[in-house]
């Protein structure tokens, strides 16, 4: 199914297809036996193909793409609404782990 919603044409003959259905689906199964919900399965995935343009669009350095990620998470646990980021859907364990898997 992932790799229809991927629109993967040539799964069996690209690299490329390949390679990237598997970093999605090890990203899904891995948020997925995180028990997230609906919405922060979203979230994740939504993150992993933002760090993934980060690297393949922008070429930005693994350091730089690690503050992408830090800006996107900051403000996750706060009740200030001005620093409560789009990904506070998560609570601060999960992002812990969701850094320690990235």
């Not at 036996?33 to 350095?61: A, P």
């Amino acid at each position: 199914e992932l790799e229809e919603i991927l629109n993967f044409k040539q799964l069996k003959t690209s690299l490329k297809e390949a390679i990237l259905l598997d970093y999605y689906t090890a990203g899904f199964w891995w948020a997925k036996e995180s028990n997230f919900s609906v919405i922060q399965l979203s979230g994740f995935m939504d993150l992993l193909h933002f760090l993934l343009e980060n690297l393949r669009d922008k070429h930005m350095t693994l350091g730089d793409n690690l503050k992408e990620l830090g800006k996107a998470m900051a403000g996750i646990g706060e009740t200030d609404s001005d620093r409560s980021g789009d990904l506070n859907f998560f609570s601060i364990e999960q992002s812990k782990a969701v850094i320690d898997y990235l």
